[in-house]
């Protein structure tokens, strides 16, 4: 692969390693500032007792029986959504990347469209579909199959695992995917020329060669659930099911310096999960290996499913139904239903939440903060994607893999964490003083989500073969005018979508959300859940609807704007 | 009038040196050769004439002028070179016209005048009719002459072709390896050519110069690459040949089993012999 | 490259930074209360004292706390005034030193216990009753008190109540229904398998039938009831409902958001009278007074309910917080 060489000519050699030195230490800076020190902060304090050392805290915190119960939920949960999400995902990928399955690009934008929807509203529509006693589906199914009983209880670990698994393998989705449209079609045409079926081949070769994609993909997953609060507060509290967020959560409301302090304490165990799966990740992946895309354009080519077409459409039609209409059309019903208890119907009809939702100055100005919070992490992340792709596939620069790993580091880092790391460096006591201010969610938002942008923007760069860069240099251009004419627009399609990869995780925000708001800052993430644990479900419906409205629209206009080329 | 002068260039990845001492002046509207097997060296040789690697030590001159040297650096969209890349780099995003009249927007030429040289260098290799086609609705040969047109659409000082034929079929190649030599002809220009076919390079070249891991094997005419190889693995990397050993003598050479064999060469003592089967005659 | 990047993470800074709101003299509370009441009661003090900006910031109780506890921190909280459920966190604040003392004029026509020296007053009554849904399950069948809420195995696994750890009144009614049955209540309740969850998640399992019978706050039934025609009733328990007087309290100026003590005094004065208080009953929760404006939309008389409510000790409560909640969850979660 000749992309591997040196590419310092982007830049004029003498100015270029002051340009990249800077870029790199630009980048590791913020990392080191809102990343790395409030953490090791964060570590160091929970060690710190009143007289000094002591490990009085986490002898008091690991000896509690309820805390290992909810690190070992917290491991299942988490663990089995990832073989789960991935196992739904690898197919998923496959038939919608490389088939002629029929509505491969709508199934494509439903299926992505998951990851747009905040995870705790999934969680609302499972509680009302398969509660044990009256859930709709639950008690649908018990009819259909003439059961005594209800055949389904989501307060249950395995309800958790459901719920998280529907919500998270979405993740999975979008990066085995990407991966899938980067990898050359003539490997699985030669496992066919050998005389392979199309089902072998995926086994013998397309598999093996997304391995290291499948394994980041799922590490992500896991790293997500087990870091998720909104779903396991929502499905396991009523059951009694801890996991490690709920519990620190739980600890951090006890509303006393000890209680964040025991929070602190059981934090570290989750940031040493989180950061353990990262090494194994890092170590798995070491050896990324890109198939570039050359400056040759080949026609897309697909796999024939021939007598399987339809069936396999069928199949993953139910699927949708079942994963992503059904809870979503929950949702939405249950935004215009005045009693809950009954179906809905003209007399149980209302568009009262609307109203309440369109008209509330609580619900429009925290709808603003989280627009103004996701586009400003959205946008500093995206740039900082952008230069860390021309760093990292363009130059050989030393040093260019640290930034990389820091934000790394950041995403597997559980939001908890971050977000109280953030509230005990970056309250003034060190000089720096963002609490209360939109600019800490901001932060907050690129530690915990830069990843998903950047690796998007590295992979379409890398796609992007240097010669093409190259053939813009020697027509005359200056590499900053053929960065624009040539790599720009061909890695866009990238730059938006990992833009909104950014902003809608930041936007329907939760967990941090939670502990770094503040009188002027709350957000439309928290508002939503607060209406639906506090105030009403039909209101969180409404709003929860109402975002989705907007990720459908806004995918809709892009699509249409770009004629297709740009879509979620 | 466009010359290429090489002055004791060298080339180091860290401490790996991939092109060792070399010097050599390249000739107005000559077409020079760089033949070698994958590795080496040679690509990297027309990327630092290209400008796109920095030779670790030594200096380039176009027509006299420094483009890189001690303390020189011209960046490569300053050289006025056209350039062909073995994977054609045809922009996918643009259409036929487009990638060709490139270059010409860059240096604000105006648009009508872009429009006349853009389809007169197109009439030049044959695309005329696919003018506003997409790149993924051309063949691999259609796409290989698009590079070619934007390569030499701003009538550029020096044209280098990084294996461009290697991606064609036989057939193809073939007619492609004519088409190149006339446009060079025609354009007039100073064309350095990588390949690691031989035929390309005998056919083509003016000169050949052989490399082998980083070291110039040889520089000259393809004939006397031919003929006269300077080493053991030019005579084996070009063309068909046998090597047998023995003693050199008064035009003959005298092989272990006595047989002896008559030959043209200077050298004398024991020597190892390359045979052409074409210089062969049974009788 | 770098420079841009400060210079955009500034300007970041000074747009995120909150609008400062002309020169109104603004005052936060920090509050329990619903955002339905919090909207109507933000309207109507912006008519009543238009020459202050006066916001309201929901939260959990809990939520609250944890938030004041990370603002302790940074020496200045966010809020001028504290308006949340648990009475025993004012008697915390006080000895923190605070609170800002205040003699109220409107205090010789307060119902129940506020704080001789003016540190908090009770400002709402919020009242910890069971509630059901007569369109499923019928009255008698069902247990009529705490006691047996806790005890009666018929709807084991089918009643649902508050996290004390969020919630202040639910941490106030364990306190009480300790004081009265001890800490065996926690684990007789534990045995009937109670989901803990928040209000309105509670409501709409009791709507769909898949909780029979639930301990929640009177207001989140009876507003339901006003506004959404809801058939869900209220049981008022035989062994007393838990009546928690929530305090409303001005934070000294050395601690609070904003300094303007003197309005927040004036505010006290506006939410202790009369027409303060009918705005809280509108608000479905009752009135302080002895004399109530009225009471609230399908509640019964506020005396009575005070009358035969479970007796409730602020300083057990505020003692045994911690133990509390630790047996609380020792019991129910495993």
């Known amino acids: 692969m000749k992309s591997n060489r040196s590419h310092s000519y982007l830049l004029p050699p003498t100015s270029s390693l002051n340009i990249k030195a800077a870029l790199i230490v630009a980048i590791a800076a913020f990392l080191l500032l809102f990343n790395v020190w409030p953490m090791s902060y964060l570590i160091f304090r929970s060690f710190v007792g009143e007289g000094g050392f002591t490990l009085e805290t986490f002898k008091r915190i690991y000896t509690y029986p309820l805390n290992w119960n909810a690190l070992r939920n917290t491991l299942i949960t988490a663990g089995l959504s990832m073989v789960f999400g991935v196992m739904i995902a690898f197919p998923l990928a496959w038939l919608v990347g490389r088939t002629d399955m029929y509505g491969r690009k709508f199934f494509r934008t439903l299926f992505v469209m998951t990851y747009m929807v905040p995870p705790y509203v999934g969680a609302m529509a499972w509680l009302r579909l398969l509660n044990p006693r009256v859930g709709t589906m639950n008690v649908f199914l018990a009819k259909l199959f003439g059961l005594s009983e209800n055949p389904f209880n989501i307060y249950t670990l395995g309800g958790l695992i459901w719920v998280l698994t529907t919500f998270y393998y979405p993740y999975a989705f979008i990066t085995i995917s990407r991966a899938m449209e980067k990898m050359d079609p003539s490997l699985e045409e030669a496992s066919k020329i050998s005389g392979a079926s199309p089902l072998r081949t995926v086994m013998t070769v397309t598999f093996p060669i997304m391995l290291p994609s499948i394994v980041a993909a799922g590490l992500l997953v896991f790293v997500s659930a087990a870091s998720c609060y909104g779903i396991p507060s929502i499905i396991g509290a009523p059951g009694q099911i801890d996991t490690i967020t709920t519990r620190i959560i739980d600890y951090v409301y006890v509303g006393s310096a000890e209680g964040l302090n025991d929070a602190t304490a059981l934090a570290v165990s989750l940031m040493i999960i989180g950061n353990l799966v990262l090494y194994v990740s890092t170590f798995i992946c070491g050896s990324r290996q890109y198939v570039t895309v050359s400056g040759k354009s080949t026609r897309p080519n697909i796999v024939e499913l021939g007598k399987w077409r339809v069936p396999v459409t069928i199949l993953v039609t139910l699927f949708a139904l079942v994963v992503v209409v059904i809870p979503f059309a929950t949702v939405a019903m249950t935004s215009f239903t005045k009693n809950l208890g009954k179906p809905l119907s003209s007399t149980n009809f209302t568009t009262r939440y609307w109203n309440i939702l369109l008209t509330r100055k609580g619900i429009l100005d925290t709808a603003k903060n989280s627009l103004i919070a996701a586009s400003a992490a959205a946008t500093f992340g995206i740039i900082i994607s952008c230069v860390m792709a021309w760093l990292l596939t363009r130059t050989k620069a030393k040093g260019r893999q640290i930034p990389d790993f820091l934000i790394t580091l950041g995403s597997g880092t559980p939001s908890v964490v971050i977000a109280l790391a953030l509230i005990m460096t970056m309250s003034g006591r060190f000089g720096i003083n963002i609490y209360n201010t939109l600019t800490i969610m901001i932060v907050a938002y690129m530690v915990k989500y830069l990843l998903m942008g950047m690796r998007t923007v590295v992979s379409a760069m890398s796609q992007i073969h240097p010669s093409l860069e190259e053939a813009a240099l020697i027509s005359g251009a200056e590499w900053q005018r053929g960065f624009w004419d040539v790599t720009l627009p061909l890695i866009a399609p990238s730059v938006v979508a990992g833009w909104f990869l950014i902003f809608m995780p930041s936007f329907y925000e939760l967990t941090m959300s939670t502990l770094l708001y503040s009188t002027d800052t709350k957000t439309i993430g928290y508002e939503l859940f607060t209406y639906q644990t506090y105030h009403s479900q039909q209101t969180a419906s409404a709003i929860a609807t109402g975002i989705l409205i907007m990720v459908v629209a806004v995918n809709w206009l892009l699509n249409k704007l770009t004629k297709g080329e740009f879509s979620i | 009038m466009s010359s290429i002068t090489l002055t004791n260039i060298t080339k180091y990845y860290g401490d790996v040196q991939v092109i060792q001492t070399f010097s050599e002046v390249f000739s107005d509207k000559e077409f020079i050769t760089l033949l070698g097997p994958s590795g080496c060296g040679k690509t990297t040789m027309l990327r630092m004439i290209a400008g796109f690697e920095r030779p670790t030590t030594g200096e380039i001159k176009i027509d006299d002028k420094i483009v890189s040297g001690l303390d020189v650096f011209v960046p490569p969209n300053l050289r006025n070179i056209g350039m062909v890349f073995q994977s054609y780099a045809v922009w996918p995003h643009m259409n036929v016209f487009n990638n060709v009249a490139y270059p010409l927007k860059i240096q604000k030429v105006a648009k009508s005048e872009i429009t006349t040289r853009v389809e007169n260098i197109l009439e030049a290799v044959h695309l005329s009719p696919y003018i506003s086609r997409m790149p993924n609705e051309l063949s691999g040969g259609q796409q290989q002459r698009v590079a070619l047109a934007r390569a030499l659409v701003s009538n550029p000082r020096v044209l280098l072709l990084d294996e461009p034929l290697s991606n064609l079929d036989a057939k193809l190649r073939e007619t492609m390896r004519y088409e190149i030599k006339d446009i060079q002809k025609k354009f007039g220009i100073t064309v350095v050519y990588v390949t690691h076919d031989q035929t390309e390079a005998i056919e083509m070249s003016d000169r050949v110069i052989v490399f082998n891991r980083g070291i110039v094997q040889q520089v ?64 | ?209 898949e909780c029979k019978i639930i301990m929640i706050l009177e207001e989140s039934v009876l507003k339901k009831r006003e506004e959404e025609d809801s058939e869900l009733e209220v049981i008022y328990p035989t062994d007393g409902a838990i009546c928690v007087p929530s305090p409303i309290m001005t934070i000294t100026d050395e601690w609070s958001a904003h300094g303007n003590s003197k309005i927040c005094e004036e505010l006290t004065d506006w939410f202790l009278s009369p027409e303060g208080q009918s705005y809280i009953v509108k608000g479905w929760m009752h009135s302080v007074l002895k004399n109530p404006p009225a009471i609230p939309y399908d509640s019964i008389n506020t005396a009575d309910i005070i009358k035969d409510s479970m007796p409730v000790n602020w300083e057990n409560c505020l003692r045994d917080r911690t133990d509390l909640r630790t047996n609380f969850e020792k019991a129910v979660k495993k």
Not at chain 2, 231 to 249: L, M, P, Q, T, Y
Not at chain 2, 251 to 276: E, H
Not at chain 3, 41 to 49: A, G, R, V, W, Y
Not at chain 3, 174 to 199: C, R, V
Request: charged share 25%; with cysteine; hydrophobic share 40%.
């Open chain 2, 220 to 283: 000259d005419t393809p004939l006397n690459i031919y003929s006269h190889p300077a080493n053991e693995f030019v005579a084996d990397f070009i063309g068909k040949v046998s090597f047998v050993h023995g003693r050199a003598s008064d035009g003959y050479i005298a092989l272990d089993d006595g047989q002896k064999i008559s030959c043209n060469g200077r050298k004398t003592g024991d020597v190892i012999a390359a045979v052409r089967p074409e210089s062969v005659t049974v009788f």
């Open chain 3, 1 to 209: 490259m770098k420079k841009i990047l400060l210079t955009l993470t500034l300007l970041c800074v000074f747009a995120c930074a909150p609008a400062m709101a002309a020169d109104k003299p603004k005052i936060t509370i920090y509050t329990s209360m619903y955002e339905d009441i919090i909207e109507a009661m933000t309207q109507t003090l912006h008519e009543k004292f238009p020459a202050y900006d006066v916001e309201f910031f929901y939260g959990g109780t809990g939520t609250l706390q944890a938030k004041i506890a990370a603002e302790r921190d940074t020496k200045k909280l966010g809020c001028d005034m504290l308006m949340v459920a648990d009475p025993s966190y004012s008697l915390e604040l006080k000895e923190l030193g605070l609170l800002h003392p205040y003699i109220s004029k409107e205090a010789e026509n307060i119902a129940l216990a506020y704080d001789p020296e003016g540190y908090w007053y009770p400002v709402r009554n919020l009242n910890m009753i069971l509630a059901y849904n007569p369109e499923k399950f019928d009255k008698k069948d069902l247990p009529q008190s705490f006691k047996d809420f806790a005890a009666d195995e018929s709807v084991r696994g089918l009643i649902s109540m508050p996290n004390p750890l969020t919630a202040g009144t639910a941490l106030v009614a364990l306190s009480a229904l300790k004081d009265k049955y001890g800490y065996e209540y926690f684990d007789t309740l534990a045995a009937n398998k109670p989901m803990i969850e928040s209000g309105s998640v509670a409501l709409t399992k009791l709507e769909t039938g």
